[in-house]
């Protein structure tokens, strides 16, 4: 059975979701649902240790050998992924259980979870699967069932918003495919580890490049990088807060892991940075996404929209780790993608707490919830230092990576623009923290603290992202090894 | 000459703009959706011509037929996911225009900006 | 006790009393017990350290890797010895002051603004006792978190406002400038470990070292060089007990501490002499000098004088720490010891006079000398150490800095210290002279009925009194540590 665990993660969730639509009572969906994340959650801290024991773990799906049947490889980059969007679909299932009561209607209870399990499944299968075709399945996968999930929010712009989100993401996976098809007709393979073989010999034919850039092109837009985020802040506000918390912590996360796929294994670092100049293009954008963005926030009205804006912002520190194609500016944004999922998924998790009692995360009414709610609002402090980059958090640690990559590479400017864009979050937090903790609240209204069901799964994240704060040493070191995996150097 | 040989490829082309375009430029969510098939159309025949081979058949053994022609099956069998992924695509889109129409009472890119204010 | 416990004891025992003190919310009492118990505790653990201190070794405890190759750790030196003692000693004595200024000035929220001191102090032991530059770095930004919620205690608009002016300033200056500079170091030197001559020698060139020196210097925001002083009126929107141990003693000395810190252990006096950044800086302290006097003359309200005054006075360690030469350096560590206790006798005799006579204007002190002698007579006292003239313990590292500056062969700088000290003497002793020499006004609404201060601020006052005037007879204690900073000692 061991053996068969690498399939066995994407497999068991996918059939899993068909029962839960099947089942049709949202209670026994949820547990459904609750028992395919936990398996799959299980499943990748195992394939983590094993591939830390052993190496690259390679599994052929029916018995077909690579390169004609699909492969399932997993490498240490995949299996950090996959441990990071399992571990936060574990925690948001909890959380959904009591949040999507209170936001979706039941009879669509069991849909939803159904819907859940199918994205969460998408985003395992790229993260393990090594056939690029392969990776268009899932993402498509998991973008369909997003669209779905986003659009069950309980405000009517939530269908507007899931519907721009589809335009674009649909945009986003066609220009993927086109890349991937301009690859197979020069190299005649699908398979991950085989194209990057075949392709330096036909690297200077002119449709690789055109390959590369339909892929930039589409993968920039499923990550949100600035300027091609214009999906995002609507689809994260009016989203159930259940799919917020999910989906900022996992989807953009799982495109930045294409992008390292796609351009340090597939088409090899060399060629990226140095043939096709991608840093040239990337560092910039992630830079005025860092800045832009960040301002954007602070301007907002909506907590959630807020966050979304701040995302985008944090892409950028992943995108601009990724740009100095250096060991070190790898790790940060291998880092950074797993810090982030816990502090966004923390914030916007406390977010969904206040929507559950106030039934709004307008500024303008979260007046004192520092008095009414003040584990929800703790939770909110201890997220946003994260964002902020204060010590003993996981955003001090991406920090101080992503800083010194920059002035490893002599770019002291860029290490200035990182330090700014901390300050503009303290900025954005801080306008959360004053309503909520100076003002006074309406003394008509009868607002109580979230229920533990909100509360635990919340602060788990919380707790966690202190403590990978606090003891960096494991996470970074496989970030390290997975950046070396990724450059082909090191061991 | 070479421009008419590769007719598949100007083809192609020229319905992905076609598709493309009407996506950017056309306010209405219902058109937008047809651009946007067009535009997944456009990939599918670019596969499929890329799969094709000059006098290439189906690739099913016949007893007897040696030294046949056959065309690439892969690009083909790919694109039958394409069209399922496309269908899927489409009948969501479609279904959030109706529930867009039913809570706005429009589905005009522009009037719906309005009404979200 | 081996030393690592103690250490690991005296930093955790304010931390427990803080959570102890929780428990006793509704008895202010046994609240207050605890927190003087565990004053005196902590001080009793601190003291213990002292005997090995001065024998030569340096306690050290290593507790874990929190980033690979950087450690949360801690290391005693004579430098962190003095910032420790004098942080530790004065606690219990402000929290007996504080527990009769919050009653006397029927202050809400008591627990919370224990708890928060508690921790405070804490932090202040893990910047003194921090044996590399993150473990600095990171209890200097708890110290300015958990600070936060004591300057903004009132909660009112005001101190909304000063508590932005207090975190702006403090975080910008400490990611945006002194995280960099520690990152840079890093980068350059490999560690960040605190190393007798300094670590950065010789790893990059003159004009770079400056570069992170200018960092350094105005990174530590606390440390209140112009033009980042701005926080420190702001704060004294807090509590006297606060502006009296946190903004005249712990926080100001966390950050000149660090200069000094970062001065000896980080570039190493020797590097520091050669640098071009070294005299430039020593005279933006000497600018802050003059500046912060010429403005405490214009400020009526005797607290924000008082915080003009520690401005100006701060400055003169980051001077001591530039003029690079053994003199400078034990004259700017002694300076922190000496105008630690002058200047808490200041506030506390400031805190006096607005809980018995609801006074905060020094233009209404007139004729209050003869109501409340003892308070004036310690602030006289106070004053005298400011100034730097005996029979008070300021005279001797003013004594010393003035010898420093001549050594560095800046007499324009040792203009500036007589200058300042002439300043000193005009915006100080104004208060005690108005109070026992000028004739109440006639409108006077607090003729009758005002006595001294409630018992327990009395205490506290002259305790530290008497500890200003014994510092002027034995400062052999200090003098002695600060001599073991130098490499080879003072001759």
């Given amino acids: 059975m061991s053996q068969h665990l690498p399939v066995l993660i994407v497999v068991v969730p996918l059939l899993l979701a068909p029962l839960a639509a099947l089942v049709g009572n949202w209670k026994a969906a949820w547990i459904v649902a609750a028992a395919a994340s936990w398996w799959a959650f299980g499943v990748s801290i195992a394939l983590v240790r094993r591939v830390l024991a052993e190496g690259t773990i390679s599994y052929e799906i029916g018995g077909w050998a690579a390169p004609y049947g699909i492969e399932y490889r997993i490498d240490l980059v995949s299996a950090f992924v996959a441990m990071i969007v399992a571990t936060i679909g574990a925690v948001a299932i909890i959380y959904a259980r009591t949040s999507v009561r209170a936001e979706v209607s039941e009879d669509r209870g069991a849909l939803f979870y159904s819907a859940f399990i199918l994205c969460f499944t998408g985003l395992l299968g790229i993260s393990v699967t090594g056939d690029v075709f392969n990776i268009f399945v899932f993402l498509e996968v998991s973008s369909l069932s997003a669209y779905a999930l986003i659009a069950m929010g309980q405000d009517r712009r939530a269908l507007t918003a899931a519907y721009q989100y589809l335009i674009m993401g649909s945009v986003g996976a066609t220009f993927i495919v086109i890349g991937i098809g301009l690859m197979y007709s020069m190299t005649g393979t699908l398979n991950i580890a085989d194209l990057a073989e075949r392709l330096p010999a036909v690297a200077d034919n002119r449709t690789i490049p055109v390959a590369f850039t339909f892929l930039t092109v589409g993968i920039t837009l499923k990550l949100a990088l600035f300027p091609l985020h214009l999906w995002l802040p609507n689809a994260y506000t009016y989203a159930p807060s259940a799919v917020t918390a999910f989906i900022a912590s996992t989807a953009t996360k799982v495109a930045v892991y294409l992008l390292l796929r796609f351009f340090f294994t597939v088409f090899g670092a060399e060629f990226s940075f140095e043939q096709m100049q991608l840093d040239k293009v990337l560092m910039p954008l992630a830079l005025v996404a860092i800045v832009t963005m960040s301002l954007v926030a602070i301007y907002q009205d909506n907590v959630k929209r807020l966050l979304a804006y701040s995302s985008v912002a944090q892409i950028g520190y992943m995108v601009l780790g990724i740009s100095f194609a250096s060991v070190l500016g790898v790790t940060a944004g291998i880092l950074h993608l797993f810090n982030h999922a816990l502090m966004k998924g923390a914030l916007f998790m406390a977010m969904g707490c206040v929507m559950y009692r106030v039934g709004s995360v307008r500024l303008e009414r979260m007046k004192g919830l520092g008095k009414k709610m003040p584990w929800t609002m703790a939770a909110f402090v201890g997220g946003g230092l994260s964002l902020i980059g204060v010590p003993f958090t996981v955003g001090f640690v991406s920090k101080w990576y992503l800083v010194q990559a920059a002035l490893e590479r002599g770019m002291w400017p860029v290490a200035a623009v990182v330090m700014f864009g901390s300050l503009l979050a303290v900025i954005y937090v801080w306008k959360v923290v004053e309503v909520a903790y100076f003002q006074e609240a309406d003394p008509d209204d009868d607002i109580r603290e979230a229920p533990l069901g909100l509360l635990i799964p919340t602060w788990a994240l919380v707790i966690a992202s202190f403590y990978f704060g606090i003891d960096a040493t494991t996470t970074a070191d496989i970030a390290t090894r997975a950046a070396e995996v990724l450059l082909g150097v090191g061991p | ?117 | 006790m081996t030393p690592g416990v103690l250490i690991a004891t005296a930093m955790l025992l304010p931390v427990a009393g803080a959570f102890a003190l929780l428990f006793w919310d509704k008895k202010p009492n046994v609240r207050e017990a605890v927190t003087l118990i565990t004053g005196a505790a902590t001080f009793w653990h601190v003291y213990q350290l002292l005997p090995l201190v001065r024998s030569g070794l340096r306690p050290r405890l290593d507790l874990f890797e929190v980033l690979p190759g950087v450690q949360l750790a801690f290391e005693v030196e004579p430098l962190g010895m003095v910032f420790a003692l004098v942080a530790s000693f004065l606690w219990p004595i402000t929290s007996l002051y504080a527990i009769g200024y919050m009653r006397g000035h029927h202050e809400e929220n008591q627990t919370r603004f224990f708890f928060f001191f508690a921790v405070a102090i804490a932090g202040a032991l893990g910047v003194a006792f921090s044996a590399n530059l993150f473990t600095l770095f990171a209890f200097y930004e708890v110290l300015t978190l958990c600070t936060f919620p004591l300057v903004t205690h009132h909660q009112t608009e005001e101190a909304k406002k000063a508590g932005r002016i207090y975190l702006g300033i403090l975080l910008t200056t400490s990611i945006g400038f002194q995280l960099l500079a520690i990152i840079w170091t890093w980068v350059l030197a490999g560690t960040v470990d605190f190393t007798d001559g300094g670590i950065l020698a010789g790893t990059a060139s003159a004009g770079v070292l400056s570069a992170i020196l200018v960092l350094y210097v105005f990174g530590v925001g606390k440390a209140a060089v112009m033009p980042f002083h701005r926080w420190l009126p702001a704060a004294m929107v807090a509590p006297t007990p606060v502006s009296a141990l946190l903004h005249a003693v712990a926080v100001v000395k966390a950050g000149v501490f660090t200069v000094l810190k970062v001065a000896v252990y980080v570039f190493g006096i020797d590097l520091l002499a050669t640098l071009s950044a070294t005299p430039w800086l020593a005279w933006v302290a000497a600018t802050t000098i003059i500046l912060g006097s010429l403005v405490a003359m214009t400020k009526d309200n005797l607290k924000a004088r008082l915080a003009y005054s520690t401005i100006s006075q701060l400055s003169y360690i980051v001077l001591g720490a530039m003029l690079a030469n053994e003199w400078g350096i034990i004259g700017g560590g002694m300076h922190i010891a000496m105008h630690a206790f002058g200047k808490i006798t200041l506030f506390f005799a400031a805190g006096a006079v607005m809980v018995a006579a609801h006074e905060r204007n020094i233009s209404q002190m007139h004729g209050l000398g003869r109501r409340m002698p003892i308070t004036f007579g310690a602030f006289f006292i106070g004053a005298l150490s400011i100034i730097g003239l005996p029979p008070a313990g300021g005279s001797w590292s003013k004594w010393f800095l003035g010898m420093g500056t001549l050594e560095a062969g800046q007499v324009g700088l040792l203009a500036v210290l007589m200058v300042s000290s002439l300043l000193g003497l005009y915006y100080l002793l104004e208060v005690p002279v108005k109070a026992f020499f000028f004739k109440p006004p006639a409108d006077a609404h607090h003729a009758e009925g005002i006595h001294e201060a409630p018992m327990p601020m009395v205490i506290a006052m002259v305790v530290t009194a008497t500890a200003t005037l014994g510092l002027f007879l034995y400062p052999d204690l200090v003098f002695e540590l600060m001599a073991m900073v130098i490499p080879g000692g003072a001759q």
Wanted: glycine share 10%; net charge negative.
């Fill in chain 2, 1 to 117: 000459m070479i421009a008419l040989g590769l007719f598949n490829y100007w083809a192609v082309i020229l319905l992905m703009m076609v598709g493309f375009y009407t996506l950017i430029a056309r306010g209405n969510l219902v058109k937008k959706l047809i651009g946007l098939n067009i535009f997944q159309t456009s990939v599918i025949m670019l596969y499929v011509s890329m799969g094709k081979v000059a006098g290439g058949t189906a690739p099913i053994l016949v007893e007897g037929a040696e030294h046949v022609v056959y065309s690439n099956p892969i690009p083909h069998v790919l694109m039958l996911t394409a069209i399922v992924v496309g269908v899927a695509t489409t009948a969501l889109g479609l279904s959030l225009v109706v529930r867009i129409n039913e809570a706005f009472g429009t589905v005009e890119d522009d009037e719906l900006r309005d009404e979200s204010l």
